[in-house]
């Protein structure tokens, strides 16, 4: 089972705080740290994880953090041949705050990542037309996204789009998004309201899924997650686990997805393993470092109620 991913590295530059700071306040950190991350690159990794062979494609610059990024994404056995490291150009870097409930405030610099254009796609495009399932997120510019996807067969590869971090989505042509994977703030900010109430979600997945791809799949943090079908939404509750920092929760949950839809599972399946491993991802600190193994899954998924909540 192949899996391409086209998207972000970025390094990830950690500080836990006890809150959040709000508009123009500034706050005491407790601790910094430096992890490896980017949604591609922690999609990527996601999949070696759970047992894919999966092709990352994307660009770092020539610098110690992009030599760093491969370096640990090929220990996790992902194919980084893909991986242009652009002269003159930075690595990109992601500033996150974690509070001391887990969620995460995050700024980036693209860097290398905004330098990815339709002619580093048009080289990819065979090695991403072979894979079975194709990851992308927003972390990389979006017209080369649209000119990807417009050259891609009808049926394959699967497409998995993470529309994160959230942006129009116009020039995207979504009928040819299989899973288009929002999570609570994103599916407000497409729908332009915010989703308060379950009803709200329940009204904007439909109105999303109206836009042509073929599932939605909302990620729900502490809620699990929710399916919206042309015949209604179903909801998959999440596992209870205590949170420490919620970084790449959902690119766990869009990895395992991938994973398990490439592997020939149907929807639900693949949602409740997806489910799982955003569960334990969140238990850990950091980005590439929280993502489980599929053993880890497997464990997780006979024993679910084995993990502290609190
Ligand atoms: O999804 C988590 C990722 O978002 C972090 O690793 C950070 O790099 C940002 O891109």
Redesign the pocket.
């Known amino acids: 089972m192949r899996i391409a991913v086209l998207g ?1 590295l ?1 390094m ?1 530059l950690v500080m836990e705080v006890e809150r959040l700071p709000r508009p123009g306040e500034t706050v005491a950190g407790t601790s910094f740290s430096r ?1 490896p ?3 591609g690159n ?1 999609q990527a990794i996601a999949a070696a994880r759970l047992g894919a062979e999966v092709a990352l494609f994307g660009r770092v610059g020539q610098d110690r953090y992009g030599e760093e990024l491969l370096s640990v994404a090929r220990a996790a056995g992902v194919d980084t041949s893909g991986v242009e490291a652009l002269p003159g150009e930075i690595t ?1 870097v ?1 500033l ?1 705050l974690v509070g001391r409930d887990g969620q995460n405030q ?1 700024a ?1 610099a693209p860097g290398a990542n905004g330098r990815i254009d339709e002619a580093f796609v048009k080289a990819i495009l065979p090695r991403v037309r072979s894979a079975d399932v194709l990851l992308l997120q927003l ?1 990389i510019p979006i017209s080369p996204l649209a000119f990807l996807l417009r050259r891609l067969p009808e049926d394959h590869p699967l497409v998995v789009l993470d529309p ?1 971090p959230v942006q129009d989505l116009t020039p995207l042509p979504l009928h040819r998004v299989d899973y288009l994977t929002p999570n609570r703030e994103e599916l407000g900010a497409l729908c332009r309201a915010p989703v308060k109430k379950k009803d709200d979600l329940m009204r904007f997945s439909q109105l999303l899924l109206g836009t042509g791809a073929k599932h939605l799949v909302v990620k729900a943090d502490q809620d699990g997650a929710y399916l919206a079908e042309p015949g209604g939404v179903t909801h998959f509750p999440a596992y209870k686990v205590k949170a420490v920092d919620t ?2 929760a ?2 766990a949950f869009n990895a395992a997805l991938a994973v398990s839809l490439a592997e020939g599972k149907g929807t639900y399946e693949a949602i409740g393993y997806a489910n799982a491993a955003a569960a334990i991802t969140v238990t850990r600190k950091g ?2 470092s929280s993502l489980p193994t599929r053993a880890e899954v497997q464990d997780f998924l006979r024993h679910p109620y084995r993990h502290p909540v609190g």
């Open positions: 972000s970025n990830d992890y991350g980017g949604k922690n990109g992601a996150i995050i980036y972390e994160a970084t790449a959902g690119d980005a590439a």
